[in-house]
Every structure is written in structure tokens, then in C-alpha cells.
């Protein structure tokens, strides 16, 4: 077997992975974003742990075509995605199970959430998200709403990906995934869902049945 040797006592056996793809892509950018505003601040450049932003919402505004987001603490926005940007993987960074206290979490804004809305709303296609808890607002908002209407504003949500994932409700009539229009080829993988009204729900078939 072939051993290929690293700096720091590092070897690898047998084919050598280098990097995975969930982690960077060499065809977009990576930015990082810790919710701790001693360390997270939209000032920063976001290129590293140590120049993360505060913000989910500043991250999506600085990345392009396929770049990768990590997040570290409690994300705390409703937010529409960018046009005319595909490809995007949202990545909670906390080691070990999803979980809700000390962990990565997408949660409403701690005041002023809007009934209703999505944490997330997606509108092009290949989105990633993978290793964080979400809970939505209460009344009717989902965690993650994939809008596709095939027209300037909602172009095509479809082949998105949500891979080791926990969706967390409560009182109310939270929603974990909701498929506006009809979306396709996206995969749900090794995700968990918890008292919610609705897991996974298609609200509207209005292009494709």
C-alpha cells in the first residue's frame, strides 16, 4: 500500500482525498461567519475564522457561484437568498452531533421576526445546506422554502441538498421544508424532524405537478 507522508506526522494509505469538497471549492470563494461579536464582525473580510463576519446576511452578499459558507454559534436572520448566484453550501461547524445549546443554529431574529417568512428562502439552483439545527417563526414559517417559478424573481430552486440537518418546531404551525412551485432532483439526507406541523410539505405545484 502506498503511503504518502504530510508535515506534523501526518500520513495518509492507499488514494489521498485531497480536501474535501464539502469544505472548499476551488471554482468559488470561502467565507466564515461567527455570531460571537467579539470575534465576528462585518467589517472583517471574512477569509478566515479569525476575520469572520457577524452575519449570514453579509456572507451571502459577498459570495458568487459556487463558495462555501461555515458558521459557528446561533444565526439569528430571515432571509431571501441572492439571484443569480447557484451552488452556495451553508455549513454549520460545530464537531459532533447537531444539538441545540453550544452548537451551530439558525434560529428568527431575537425580536422583529416577520410571521410567516422562511430563515431561509432559495430561488436558484444547487444550494447546500448541511450540519446545523434550524427552528423557524411559529406561524407558518419554514426553515427552508424553495421558491420556483421560473420567472425573474423565483427563476429555479431545484437540486438542492440537505445533508445531516435537524429541523426543530414548537408551539405554532412551523414548517421544516416547503417546496413552492415544484421543485426537483434535490436530495434530503440523514436530516431529523421534530414537532413541527409540517416536515416536509409541497405548498404549491404551480410548474411542475
Not at 38 to 48: A, E, K, L, P, R
Request: aromatic letters at 8%; proline letters at 4%; glycine letters at 14%.
Amino acid at each position: 500500500m502506498v503511503v504518502t507522508n504530510f508535515p506534523n506526522g501526518v500520513s495518509s494509505f492507499g488514494q489521498v482525498l485531497y480536501g474535501s469538497p464539502e469544505w472548499s471549492n476551488p471554482f468559488g470563494v470561502t467565507k466564515w461567519v461567527n455570531t460571537n461579536s467579539t470575534i465576528g464582525n462585518n467589517g472583517n473580510s471574512g477569509d478566515s475564522a479569525g476575520e469572520a463576519y457577524l452575519t449570514m446576511a453579509k456572507a451571502l452578499a459577498n459570495v458568487g457561484d459556487n463558495s462555501v459558507i461555515g458558521f459557528i454559534g446561533t444565526v439569528r436572520e430571515q432571509l431571501v437568498a441572492p439571484l443569480g448566484v447557484t451552488g452556495i453550501k451553508i455549513i454549520g461547524l460545530a464537531n459532533g452531533n447537531v444539538r441545540d445549546d453550544d452548537g451551530a443554529k439558525w434560529t428568527t431574529p431575537a425580536s422583529g421576526a416577520v410571521a410567516g417568512q422562511a430563515l431561509i428562502e432559495i430561488r436558484e439552483q444547487g444550494w447546500e445546506f448541511h450540519n446545523f439545527l434550524m427552528t423557524p417563526e411559529g406561524t407558518g414559517g419554514a426553515c427552508i422554502k424553495a421558491h420556483r417559478n421560473e420567472d425573474a424573481t423565483y427563476p429555479d430552486s431545484s437540486h438542492f441538498i440537505l445533508n445531516h440537518m435537524r429541523f426543530v418546531g414548537g408551539a405554532g404551525t412551523p414548517i421544516g421544508v416547503e417546496d413552492v412551485g415544484g421543485n426537483h432532483h434535490y436530495i434530503i439526507n440523514n436530516c431529523e424532524f421534530q414537532t413541527l406541523a409540517k416536515a416536509i410539505t409541497c405548498s404549491s405545484t404551480s410548474i411542475a405537478v
